[in-house]
């Protein structure tokens, strides 16, 4: 993960943009350096979200930073990039990765319904879909953009008393069309459950699956037993700390731990 400091018309902006652009390309390269096989940029610093559709200012920095990332960190080493607009702007995110040249999206709520700290927010599939088609886009396109699509999303509360984690990546995956699924634990580097992961494989057995938060170097292996991959954040910081920068020797470190339990 590159998590963004905060940008332009967030309550914590600092003012300074190039600053920002440079610490996420700092992050990316120590990324791509230390082994991690894709990237994926998002406004982790704009909080509190807009539940949906962010301002303009945001979907313009961010194709600033993600296209300096692709142009100047990721093609020389063929490294997919991915966009995350948070908290649900699958529609910006598409449009950045478009302008960009990224390779995929994350949608936190791609179908369905959650109860957030924004509110009630509803999975917008349909538009998601289309959109990415009349971009030029979709699987069969010269440069198709994958939909990495959260089930049991985190910091999210499910609406129905009768909700089933298996139901939603079964719906996400056959009927939303996603691309890939994520499971992740109750909030940002909270552990993700293991029984959760297992029962999305069992239900959608043929589907890319990925966790989503918690990745430690030591959970890691047992979480390959069900997964396909996983999006680490939190533990590749300096200190755990979100805020401060990528460190390289624990990404090398748990990039050693990926290789040696695929073999």
Same mark, same amino acid.
């Given at each position: 993960m590159v998590h963004l400091q905060p940008l332009p018309g967030s309550p914590r902006f600092s003012g300074d943009v190039d600053g920002i652009e440079q610490f996420a390309i700092n992050d990316a390269k120590t990324l791509i350096a230390g082994g991690c096989d894709a990237i994926m940029i998002e406004n982790f610093g704009d909080a509190p979200f807009h539940g949906s559709e962010v301002a303009p200012v945001t979907i313009a920095v961010m194709s600033r930073i993600v296209s300096k990332i692709v142009d100047e960190v990721a093609r020389a080493e063929a490294i997919p990039v991915g966009v995350n607009v948070l908290r649900n702007d699958a529609a910006a995110a598409l449009s950045i990765a478009s302008a960009s040249g990224a390779n995929f999206i994350r949608v936190n709520i791609h179908v369905g319904g959650m109860m957030t700290d924004q509110g009630l927010i509803e999975g917008k599939a349909a538009d998601t879909l289309r959109?990415?088609? #009349?971009? +030029?886009? +979709? @699987?069969? !396109?010269?440069? @198709?953009?994958?939909?990495?699509?959260?089930?049991?999303?985190?910091?999210?509360?499910?609406? *129905?008393?009768?909700?089933?984690?298996? =139901?939603?990546? #079964? *719906?996400?995956?056959?009927? +939303?069309?996603? *691309?890939?699924?994520? $499971? !992740?634990? !109750?909030?940002? %580097? #909270? @552990?993700?459950?293991?029984?959760?992961?297992? =029962?999305?494989?069992?239900?959608? @057995?043929?589907?890319?699956?990925?966790? %989503?938060?918690? $990745?430690?170097?030591?959970?890691?292996?047992?979480?390959?037993?069900?997964?396909?991959?996983?999006?680490? +954040?939190?533990?590749? /910081?300096? %200190? /755990? *700390?979100? !805020? /401060? /920068?990528v460190d390289l020797c624990t990404v090398s470190r748990i990039i050693e731990k990926v290789r040696t339990s695929k073999l």
């Open positions: 959109l990415r088609e #009349q971009l +030029g886009h +979709g @699987p069969d !396109s010269t440069h @198709p953009i994958a939909i990495f699509a959260d089930v049991g999303v985190k910091h999210a509360t499910p609406l *129905d008393s009768e909700w089933m984690l298996e =139901q939603e990546a #079964q *719906d996400c995956w056959h009927r +939303g069309l996603a *691309d890939a699924l994520i $499971v !992740s634990g !109750s909030g940002t %580097g #909270q @552990p993700t459950s293991s029984e959760d992961l297992a =029962q999305v494989r069992l239900s959608t @057995p043929h589907a890319t699956l990925l966790v %989503g938060s918690g $990745v430690t170097s030591e959970n890691l292996s047992e979480y390959l037993c069900h997964a396909d991959g996983a999006i680490v +954040g939190t533990f590749l /910081k300096e %200190g /755990k *700390d979100v !805020s /401060k /920068k």
